[in-house]
T-cell receptor
Framework: NAGVTQTPKFRVLKTGQSMTLLCAQDMNHEYMYWYRQDPGMGLRLIHYSVGEGTTAKGEVPDGYNVSRLKKQNFLLGLESAAPSQTSVYFC???????????FGPGTRLTVT | GENVEQHPSTLSVQEGDSAVIKCTYSDSASNYFPWYKQELGKRPQLIIDIRSNVGEKKDQRIAVTLNKTAKHFSLHITETQPEDSAVYFCAASTHTNAGKSTFGDGTTLTVKP
């Protein structure tokens, strides 16, 4: 039981490049979330999904897109990376609306 | 939307002392309040949570109290140990908001041996 996994673990992008972060969970959770974590600012919600085929905007969605084609996977895309998107990105999943969130190990992204 | 404020932002205690971290929230509909611990370079992990129908919950050296009237909840760690050193996040969520949790900005706890 791997829980929540994320790929890649580290990535360096140049301004304007694109990339996709992959999150996978094997707990059959309906809810999945993408957060970014910046120093001193806690976890801020980017996008989330309440089930396969659904996505919704969180607190800081600009510059990001997501897709949930399969229940176990939640993809986060950056179409044109900017230095302001340098951050640590965490994916999380949850059994239901008010239950514990299980986090992935994080992806450290640097945009130069 | 929900707003969660967490205090203090840093906390330093001697080993064996108690530590208390406090959070306030704004949405009276919030009914689930988890606390996560994040060690340096690691992922956040749940250490304790409380639901709105309970005023206090305890798990060994960790306890959480909830005051729904005042809209605040607190994490209490007793007999602190160096391995308790980490960043602690509180959060608040409600079933009416698709389970979205609003997190506090975190408290960096340092336990000095």
């Amino acid at each position: 039981n791997a829980g929540v996994t994320q790929t890649p673990k580290f990535r360096v992008l140049k301004t304007g490049q694109s990339m996709t972060l992959l999150c996978a969970q094997d707990m059959n959770h309906e809810y999945m979330y993408w957060y970014r974590q910046d120093p001193g600012m806690g976890l801020r919600l980017i996008h989330y999904s309440v089930g396969e085929g659904t996505t919704a905007k969180g607190e800081v969605p600009d510059g990001y897109n997501v897709s949930r084609l399969k229940k176990q996977n939640f993809l986060l895309g950056l179409e044109s990376a900017a230095p302001s998107q340098t951050s640590v990105y965490f994916c999380a999943s949850s059994y239901g609306e008010v239950y514990e969130q299980y986090f992935g190990p994080g992806t450290r992204l640097t945009v130069t | 939307g929900e707003n969660v404020e967490q205090h203090p932002s840093t906390l330093s205690v001697q080993e064996g002392d108690s530590a208390v971290i406090k959070c306030t929230y704004s949405d009276s509909a919030s009914n689930y309040f988890p606390w996560y611990k994040q060690e340096l370079g690691k992922r956040p992990q749940l250490i304790i949570d409380i639901r709105s129908n309970v005023g206090e919950k305890k798990d060994q050296r960790i306890a959480v109290t909830l005051n729904k009237t005042a809209k605040h909840f607190s994490l209490h760690i007793t007999e602190t140990q160096p391995e308790d050193s980490a960043v602690y996040f509180c959060a608040a969520s409600t079933h009416t908001n698709a389970g979205k949790s609003t997190f506090g900005d975190g408290t960096t706890l340092t336990v000095k041996p």
